[in-house]
């Protein structure tokens, strides 16, 4: 049973199209809300199921992972010695110094503390950014060695297909065109050493999972951007930081997010 | 049920003012805030749209829902009705079978995705919800405005893949199908996707509106069972909208660099798209059928003028049916190719859902026990939907059962099982909601006459159009069969024939529906003595916020009784009683003659 | 011989017919009783207690638990008798006997094709033995497919790269309609095949001569491949264009882009053998191979060809059948003096 802590309210004689009408009504507390308390619970209710269906989305390409891992466990085994363990690892501990930067920066603005919370939020960028970083490398180096998603997997020539969406054009190529040119750092297209034909499945949903969540890491960047503006500018306080809670909110999910991928694609 | 209370400030002894002290309706928001009267003619259009396409008003965002929504049904409904000229004739070639697959699933994908999806709680759910919580918004107005636009963002782009030549999937998108078509799937995958935003924002309103926003002394047991219905829905939108949008996302990688999970030719597996494509839809159905439970359970009891029987039965049976609904997707699947254990077990839980479905009809039929039912246009769709959900529920216990299931999959008889549920059960809860709640959003009445002619020719071309399809599936005709054997032709013909009655009888329905916005009587309060907020403490239209004084509530919504106790309806703050009760409301007599019982607004001025 | 069906369903052609159709008439018998039941009380309560003035006033009803307790239990006794009902005649679907034979199927756009153990093959007519179980092991090359026999009560998907199981006991001789009911394509609604059920006598003969064509003369042969292979799905006699060309006049057509420039015997083999080889102007790349089809199937459907479109002569016919080596011999033999090219 909900409590109203205010059964009779505000009057509001002209309909109320102004905000923050009447005396004595803090300027964040929108006219259709009773009280600031209220209209809090509501922000952090309403976030929290927003992140319940961000759970489900990835919940979907979870159950993908584990029903293709059941049915093809060797191609799991084998396709992800492929991923850089190190790297996975320095990103797992970026994300979790960002979660804490971002929960710090939270307790910062409940004290009242508006500059540190501002550098706090900063960090959080920048660790994000640092994040996006490593993943950028991880991801070109793969395509570098012809590592694509699905039927744009490139093999070594002589690879043995027999599914019917795999050919020739799925073998690298036969010339090393870095060669001729005289360059020693380079990789070859399909000099990866993977023979299972089902690899491409593998690299799909690599791709698909690590891809959204690097999508969401990018949005969080944006929110948490602007939000560091607008602490810039005072518009939070320790009366009202909803903003930043809700957004730290989303910022714990997609750290958790990343807790689940990184040992189920690097480690095991 | 609570006993009735008197106001806590005290009433005004004075004889009612024809229109109480702060309710003349000059905030009417159908046309303020608007331009002043000083601005005439078509100087009025412009401010009048950046009014609307601006609004956070959840009035306004229902009635721009329900007029989008509306045009997807028409577009939707125009190509049923074309698919079923097509089968009037084995050999018709009225379409090609190129263009008949498009066809019907242009008519599948917009009237799922576009119209059922969003239809009720969107548009009615919208305008109702928060003025039956007693709260002047939706928890969230701007996203709630947000949701209207990415729902419109979504629409755009299925109406652009549709333009683009169309789609031949059928609304399942079932891979390798949709992976080789080289129709436009892409863009309609993406409509999906955007618009499952819109739906996903939707719900989580509603959810935060409901657990947040409630009058003072609306508790859980005296919530409105349409709010009920829609907590419920809101739930399933949640929780399996974000299933679809994955599903869309990957089948929309499938055909951009195919990423081959859905896909066989790469070692994909295209059983496991039917089960991530089911897990929404199904919980989809219920999205579809729950504010329909709803909405019934407001006409049954304002109509029979009794409590709702089994108030809490049917309250608890929507969370029920919302949670189970979860966990039955998989008796789409009987002979697609998933395990037989599976199989078993889905069905195991697709019967446990029919019986709190079931549940619900016999608690209508009972609330109407002793009571006074008013056979109004709204009550009437309200017993054909009783009529046609129970066909559609029993059956649902036919393609239910494993073996019988192996028989019928696919047939016909499944496509007239899904519309008597999704036409007969939705549609039909939506058009007696549409009478019921029209007086409240639009301020005037829609003609009972010809209101009840429509029902009679509705149901009449519905059963005609699609009882037939039920004897047509069990003798073996199977569906999306662009032509078919010689021995179903009697029958498709009779369905052809139904079809064009029951678009006529939704034609009647649009057309009071306009006449009544020109020439309609000005809608009382109160006018069908309902017991809910919206109808005791707004006038008709509501204000532009609903209540001047957020209203204390003090009885159950179907406690009638209190409309008749003379000192009415508990405080709303003031101790006014705002649209002032009066035992005379709702008397058959009053229909059709314009009677002032001192309860109805003068008509709005449009100068 | 008359197969009589219901109102509501066809008739019960195969062994476990029976047990689905007792479910569905229980559940049919039911849900009327339960549909009157409703209708009675809801139209009963509607007009016996209408509003006759505005001065009514509902009686106060209370709830009554063991109503409503009633009306809990009572469905779900009964879903469960159907549940179980249904359980127990799935699992007798599901369950082939271990003598079953076995006949392996695969669905195509837009065709079926049987596959028997001494490796004769049929398009679109399955020939099996009446009062023995049957076995069907099915995969697609394509997209899903469906098959269903109204008959025999019996429906799977057909999914490429997987085997799904259907299996039936024919009870009497006779042929049945197969349909496909998963939505796969333009020619979904004409996926047809048929079921003959004959005697073992009949169906051993029919085996043993390949599925009964060795004698036919060449143009009856292209003839009946011309529906058993699934031709006419696609491409009509008549001149009425398909999803393929017609074959009328297509016999010496102007086909650019080919070797000889015209449809001659070469070019039907290849876009047989090989139909994406050359693509008709107007047409899309969609007909799959048919690796199945012998030699001398490729020259009967040569030879009806030049049958339609008036180029072939009973002469023809008897020098086509008369040496035994014509039987495999390349399409090159069958070309006529004035296939050459005309220029």
């Known amino acids: ?268 | 049920m609570s006993t009735v209370t008197t106001a806590p400030a005290p009433a005004k002894t004075s004889a009612a003012p024809a229109h109480p002290p702060g309710h003349e309706p000059v905030h009417n928001y159908l046309l303020e805030p608007g331009p002043g009267p000083d601005v005439k003619g078509f100087a009025r259009v412009w401010p009048t749209v950046k009014a609307w396409a601006t609004t956070v008003d959840h009035k306004r965002i229902g009635v721009m829902y329900l007029f989008t929504v509306s045009v997807f049904f028409a577009i939707a409904g125009c190509a049923a009705l074309l698919v079923r000229a097509e089968l009037m004739n084995p050999d018709m070639d009225f379409l090609t079978a190129d263009e008949y697959n498009r066809m019907f699933t242009l008519h599948g994908v917009m009237m799922v995705f576009l119209f059922i999806v969003p239809s009720i709680p969107a548009s009615l759910g919208n305008f109702a919800l928060p003025i039956m919580l007693g709260a002047k918004d939706v928890a969230f107005p701007k996203l709630n405005l947000m949701s209207y636009y990415i729902f419109l963002a979504g629409a755009s782009l299925a109406v652009y893949a549709i333009l683009s030549g169309g789609i031949d999937t059928g609304w399942t998108f079932y891979t390798p199908y949709s992976d080789t078509t080289n129709t436009a799937v892409l863009p309609m995958t993406m409509a999906v996707f955007v618009a499952g935003f819109a739906s996903i924002l939707t719900g989580i309103n509603f959810i935060v509106t409901i657990h947040k926003m409630r009058a003072p002394g609306l508790t859980w047991n005296r919530l409105p069972l349409f709010i009920w219905a829609l907590y419920a829905v809101s739930i399933v939108q949640v929780l399996a909208t974000p299933v679809i949008g994955i599903t869309m996302v990957l089948l929309a990688m499938e055909r951009l660099v195919g990423i081959g999970i859905f896909d066989p030719a790469l070692g994909g597996d295209p059983v496991l798209f039917q089960h991530f494509f089911w897990f929404y839809s199904h919980p989809a159905v219920y999205i579809m059928i729950l504010p329909a439970f709803g909405v019934i359970s407001e006409l049954m009891g304002t109509f029979s003028r009794q409590r709702v029987f089994g108030y809490r039965a049917i309250a608890l049976s929507s969370v029920a049916i919302a949670m189970l609904g979860f966990l039955v997707w998989g008796h789409h699947m009987f002979v697609s190719g998933q395990s037989p254990l599976s199989s078993i077990v889905f069905s195991v839980i697709t019967f446990l859902i029919g019986v709190p479905s079931g549940i619900k009809i016999l608690n209508w039929v009972a609330t109407m026990y002793k009571g006074s039912v008013w056979l109004t246009a709204a009550m009437l769709y309200s017993l054909a939907f009783i009529f046609l959900f129970t066909i559609g529920g029993l059956t649902g216990i036919m393609v239910g059962a494993l073996a019988v299931d192996i028989h019928l999959h696919d047939t016909y008889f499944v496509v007239a099982h899904f519309h008597y549920v999704m036409m007969g059960g939705t549609v039909f809860a939506m058009i007696g909601a549409l009478f019921y709640w029209w007086p409240k959003m639009f301020g005037r009445m829609m003609s009972e006459t010809w209101g009840r002619i429509s029902a009679g020719v509705t149901f009449f071309g519905f059963n005609m159009t699609f009882f037939t399809q039920f004897i047509l599936g069990s003798q073996g005709m199977p569906r999306r069969y662009f032509t078919y054997l010689p021995e179903y032709h009697d029958l498709h013909q009779v369905s052809t024939v139904g079809s064009w009655f029951l678009g006529l009888g939704l034609l009647m329905v649009l057309f009071n529906m306009i006449w009544s916005l020109f020439k309609g009587k000005p809608a009382p309060g109160n006018p069908w003595g309902a017991a809910t907020l919206e109808w005791t403490h707004t006038t008709s239209p509501p204000d532009h916020h609903n209540f001047h004084r957020t209203p204390l509530v003090t009885h159950g919504p179907y406690d009638y009784d209190v409309l008749f106790s003379g000192d009415g309806y508990g405080g709303d703050g003031a101790g006014t009683p705002a649209p002032v009760p009066n035992p005379e409301v709702g008397g058959p007599q009053e229909m059709g003659k314009s009677v002032d019982l001192g309860l109805s607004q003068p008509k709005p001025k449009h100068d | 011989m008359e197969r009589e069906g219901s109102f509501w369903l066809p008739p019960q052609s195969s062994t476990t017919a029976h047990e689905i159709d007792a479910l569905f008439y229980f559940i049919i018998i039911v849900s009327v009783i339960i549909q009157i039941g409703v209708t009675y009380y809801m139209v009963k309560y509607a007009w016996k207690y209408r509003r006759r003035s505005h001065a009514d006033r509902p009686v106060d009803v209370h709830p009554n638990k063991w109503l409503e307790i009633s009306w809990v239990v009572i469905p779900s006794l009964l879903v469960f008798v159907v549940f179980f009902w249904g359980f127990k005649a799935f699992v007798s679907a599901g369950i082939a006997p271990d003598n079953a034979y076995q006949i392996h199927v695969t669905g195509k756009k837009w065709l079926w094709e049987f596959e028997y153990p001494n490796g004769t093959t049929s398009v679109e007519d399955l020939y099996v033995p009446v009062g023995e179980p049957i076995e069907l092991i099915m995969t697609s090359t394509d997209v899903l497919h469906s098959f269903f026999v109204p008959e025999f009560r019996v429906k799977h998907d057909a999914i490429p790269n997987r085997y799904t199981t259907v299996w039936f006991e024919v009870k009497e001789e006779g042929t049945y309609q197969v349909l496909c009911t998963e939505y796969c394509g333009t020619a979904h609604s004409e996926m047809y095949a048929y079921v003959h059920a004959v005697d073992r006598g009949t169906f051993n003969e029919w085996l043993r001569t390949g599925g009964g064509n060795d004698n036919l003369p060449l143009n009856e042969l292209g003839a009946s491949l011309y529906d058993k292979a699934g031709c006419q799905t696609c491409h009509s006699v008549d001149g009425v264009s398909g999803t393929g060309p017609t074959w009328q006049g297509l016999w010496q057509a102007a086909r650019p882009g080919s070797e000889e420039g015209v449809a001659d015997a070469n070019y039907i083999r290849t876009s047989i053998v090989n139909p994406n080889a050359y693509i008709t102007e107007g047409y899309e790349g969609i007909m799959p191979a048919y690796p199945n089809l012998t030699d001398r199937d490729i020259n009967g459907l040569i030879a009806y060809i030049r049958e339609i479109n008036g180029d072939w002569t009973a002469a023809d016919s008897a020098a086509a059948a008369a040496p035994a080596d014509s039987l495999a011999a390349p399409a090159d033999s069958l070309a006529t003096p004035d296939a050459e090219p005309a220029e």
């Open chain 1, 1 to 268: 049973m909900a409590v109203h802590p205010a059964p009779i309210t505000f009057d509001d004689p002209h309909g109320g199209h102004g905000h923050g009408d009447g005396a004595g009504h803090p300027p964040h507390l929108k006219h259709y809300f009773v009280s600031s308390e209220q209209q809090f619970d509501a922000s952090k209710l309403g976030m929290w199921l927003f992140l319940v269906t961000e759970i489900l989305l990835f919940g979907g390409m979870f159950v993908a992972y584990g029903i293709y891992r059941s049915m093809y466990p060797e191609l799991f085994t084998e396709a992800s010695t492929q991923l850089d363990t190190v790297m996975g690892a320095v990103n797992t501990a970026v994300l979790l110094l960002s979660s804490l930067t971002v929960a710090w920066s939270i307790r910062a603005i409940q004290l009242g503390n508006k500059k540190l919370c501002f550098w706090l939020l900063v960090a959080t960028v920048a660790l994000a950014g640092m994040f996006m970083v490593v993943k950028y490398f991880e991801y070109t180096h793969k395509f570098d060695l012809g590592i694509f998603p699905g039927e744009e997997m490139v093999y070594a020539e002589g690879t043995t297909f027999t599914l019917p969406g795999l050919g020739e054009e799925n073998f690298g190529p036969a010339v090393d065109e870095h060669a001729a040119e005289g360059d020693d750092h380079h990789y070859v297209p399909g000099d990866h050493g993977l023979t299972n034909q089902r690899a491409g499945l593998f690299f799909s949903i690599y791709y698909m999972m690590t891809g959204i969540h690097g999508l969401h890491v990018l949005i969080g960047m944006i929110a948490i951007g602007i939000l560091a503006v607008k602490t810039w500018r005072g518009k939070y306080s320790a009366e009202w930081y909803t903003p930043i809670e809700n957004v730290g909110l989303y910022w714990h999910v997609v750290d958790v997010i990343w807790i689940f991928l990184f040992p189920l694609m690097y480690l095991i």
